[in-house]
């Protein structure tokens, strides 16, 4: 069973970055597609960035293009979400999300199998 843990949320103000971890275990990291969502308050989760099993694919919601970067370090089994130029509309909670899947970066949440319980990321204006 694969477990992922996320970390790195907070309280940023407007303009500032964090830099979201995911650790998985239970199972061999690098054959496992990866994806970030979130979730705000009475809204539905969403699609933030994806990436493939090698990296070679990433993904990105338009909303986050050009500010968000995923990437992944198969060799610590940890995907990451460095998140720059913040907003007050990226408050929400943001999960990761993994499937055993090669050659794809998916955006659909349905194409996932496993997720973390999530981290809180604020951004106050």
């Known amino acids: 069973q694969v477990q992922l843990v996320e970390s790195g949320g907070g309280l940023v103000q407007a303009g500032g970055s964090l830099r979201l971890s995911c650790a998985a275990s239970g199972g061999t990291f690098s054959n496992y597609a990866m994806g970030w969502f979130r979730q705000a308050p009475g809204k539905e989760r969403e699609f933030v960035a994806a990436i493939s099993v090698g990296g070679g694919m990433r993904n990105y919601a338009d909303s986050v293009k050009g500010r968000f970067t995923i990437s992944r370090d198969n060799a610590k089994n940890t995907v990451y979400l460095e998140m720059n130029s913040l907003k007050p509309e990226d408050t929400a909670v943001y999960y990761c999300?993994?499937?055993?899947?090669?050659?794809?970066?998916?955006?659909?949440?349905?194409?996932?199998?496993?997720w973390g319980q999530g981290t809180q990321v604020t951004v106050s204006s």
């Open positions: 999300a993994s499937v055993r899947m090669r050659g794809t970066a998916p955006s659909h949440r349905d194409a996932y199998d496993y």
